[in-house]
């Protein structure tokens, strides 16, 4: 949101149906929030937005930001916690980091209603290095230390009647999601989770619901840059709620405008699209590799794994096409955005960097 901020432009704006319109909207911020701190390491692609973007999150009505992300501490310990304070000064749970591993991992609950609590716990499985929080550095909470991760969603269960997890996850430009997202996804689902979030890909991937369980691996991006192919195909995810339960869910079609701000697609070949790979048919809209982008993942990904445990022995831890388009009167409503909104690169993020990262696009 760097450049949308210094326009002043607003990139929520043009959604329908609006974020403010859910009890609970979430999105993934994928993207700093401050104006101190310098690059951290040798990352090539940082993102960084000034700190009036938490303003502009919260008055979109959004309710939960995904800080547990691969970009969340680009700019070091310090603005990572101005982004979690700036976004909880404003009412917006910063979930997935935190001053310590306590922070990061923990659950967060919020009320819909009497009756009807709702948590919430991020993990990232994209962990750049000296990202994952210990017990004494402020980070993210890595989804390496699977076994934290899961405890954090059995207490929450023992404490909400609906959990939601959120994680960034997957391999970019892959509208099929991979083993190691299913697989996951299955494990969060087993020890209580009702709904599982993803992103990362930069590209939609299917949602799927069943026995009143609802995975949606990927929401593409969602604030980014502008992009006229597949990574500019992404949508609004409304979850309908009788009560507790999940019974249907819906998947809005938007796509990134001059702005890379998100506004309805209407019709055409791009909705359609949009519509069979949330539906499940993936494979045949698989955009052809670009880059070396999934070999260079996969060594960072064993790079933060090793990282990961060892900050576990350290602290002695062990760690759209919808299933139901009505929203009868009196059932609740969760959105999520694509990965952006605020996550930042493409991750539906919102964009929020500062430098683009090239991507090629596929009409």
């Known amino acids: 949101m760097d450049r949308s901020e210094a326009a002043d432009i607003d990139p929520f704006a043009g959604i329908d149906p609006p974020l403010a319109s859910a009890d609970i909207a979430l999105v993934n911020v994928e993207m700093v929030i401050s104006d101190r701190g310098e690059p951290v390491g040798d990352k090539k692609f940082t993102f960084r937005a000034p700190p009036s973007a938490a303003s502009r999150i919260a008055a979109a009505g959004i309710d939960v930001a995904n800080l547990a992300n691969n970009h969340a501490a680009d700019y070091g310990p310090e603005a990572l916690l101005d982004t979690v304070d700036l976004l909880e000064a404003e009412g917006v749970i910063a979930l997935g980091a935190g001053a310590t591993s306590a922070d990061a991992y923990r659950h967060r609950i ?32 890595s989804a390496y230390q699977q076994d934290r991760v899961l405890a954090s969603v059995r207490a929450a269960a023992g404490e909400a009647e609906v959990v939601i997890a959120v994680v960034h996850w997957g391999v970019e430009r892959m509208t099929c999601p991979d083993a190691r997202q299913r697989d996951f996804a299955f494990r969060l689902l087993q020890h209580g989770a009702d709904a599982v979030i993803g992103q990362h890909p930069h590209v939609l991937q299917p949602v799927v619901l069943d026995d009143g369980k609802l995975v949606a ?43 890379g701000a998100p506004v309805p697609a209407g019709d055409g070949a791009r909705v359609n699209r949009i519509v069979d790979i949330v539906s499940g048919n993936c494979a045949r809209h698989q955009p052809p590799p670009t880059t070396a982008a999934a070999e260079s993942e996969t060594d960072a990904e064993d790079e933060a794994e090793s990282e990961g445990e060892a900050d576990d022995a350290a602290e002695g831890e062990t760690d759209g096409e919808s299933g139901s388009e009505a929203d009868p009167e009196g059932e609740s409503e969760s959105e999520a955005e694509s990965e952006g909104e605020t996550e930042t690169e493409s991750d539906a993020d919102a964009d929020e960097s500062s430098e683009s990262e090239p991507e090629a696009d596929d009409g």
């Open 217 to 259: 691996y990927s929401l593409g991006n969602f604030v980014w840059h502008y992009r006229s192919g597949i990574t500019g195909d992404t949508g609004v995810l409304q979850i309908d709620f009788d009560g507790t339960e999940i019974v249907g869910w819906s998947l809005y079609p938007h796509q990134l405008d001059v702005n």
């Open 110 to 141: 919020t009320e819909v209603r009497p009756g009807v609590r709702v948590a919430f716990v991020g993990a990232s499985m994209v962990v750049p290095l000296g990202f994952p929080a210990t017990g004494t550095r402020p980070g993210i909470a």
